[in-house]
């Protein structure tokens, strides 16, 4: 019966090629699969993922600025450094390192976590902070956020400049500095 013994070991034999075929293929989907579920990965959920950690982001015409990420939110998040804060519209964000590998899918977050920038001014405007208030095009304005609208804050300017309302679009914030000292001061 040796014709037996040569005819299981080519069955055993393309078997284990097919399952070599099979496994290779099933890598190649599992790949493409990935692939294609990090396309739904946004920078929020990388962001969200990465709370807690010090991360730098680089801005137009501020450059890089590093901080502790306390918040994260789908349009903005909030760095914490030494004395100040910065609250960051995420359009605004060029890059971002020292991020978490992870993400955080949008369904586990809390509603809290869901608050637009909108709701984040509003929070600057209630603390009555005195900011710096970052703009596209690289200009700054020492101001208060005294009122937000749908897609504007309304500021109060102050120091050098003569005193005065700024709207300031959303789309033209690239992000508003607050100092620690300066909030205690009003509070």
């Known amino acids: 019966m040796p014709w037996e013994h040569e005819l299981f070991?080519?069955?055993?034999?393309?078997?284990?090629?097919?399952?070599?075929?099979?496994?290779?293929?099933?890598?190649a989907e599992l790949a493409d699969r990935a692939r294609s579920e990090y396309g739904a990965v946004t920078l929020a959920s990388r962001l969200m993922a990465s709370r807690g950690q010090v991360v730098a982001l680089?801005?137009?015409?501020?450059?890089?600025?590093e901080g502790r990420l306390d918040r994260a939110a789908s349009e903005w998040c909030l760095l914490s450094g030494t004395g100040q804060d910065w609250l960051v519209p995420l359009g605004a964000v060029v890059g971002v390192r020292g991020a978490s590998a992870r993400?955080?899918?949008?369904?586990?977050?809390?509603?809290?976590?869901?608050?637009?920038?909108?709701?984040?001014?509003?929070?600057l405007a209630e603390a009555g902070a005195r900011c710096l208030v970052h703009?596209?095009?690289?200009?700054?304005?020492e101001a208060y956020v005294d009122r937000v609208g749908a897609d504007f804050a309304e500021c109060r300017t102050a120091g050098d400049a003569p005193a005065g309302v700024l709207l300031v679009p959303f789309s033209a914030l690239?992000?508003?500095?607050?100092?620690?000292?300066?909030v205690a001061s009003t509070s």
Do not use: K, M
């Not at 680089?58 to 600025?65: A, S």
């Open 9 to 27: 070991a080519l069955l055993d034999d393309l078997e284990g090629q097919a399952a070599a075929a099979w496994e290779a293929d099933r890598e």
């Open 58 to 65: 680089d801005l137009p015409h501020l450059g890089r600025i």
């Open 135 to 141: 703009l596209a095009d690289g200009t700054r304005h």
């Open 174 to 182: 690239v992000a508003v500095q607050s100092r620690e000292d300066q």
């Open 103 to 123: 993400s955080v899918p949008e369904v586990a977050w809390s509603p809290v976590d869901r608050l637009g920038l909108r709701a984040a001014l509003r929070r």
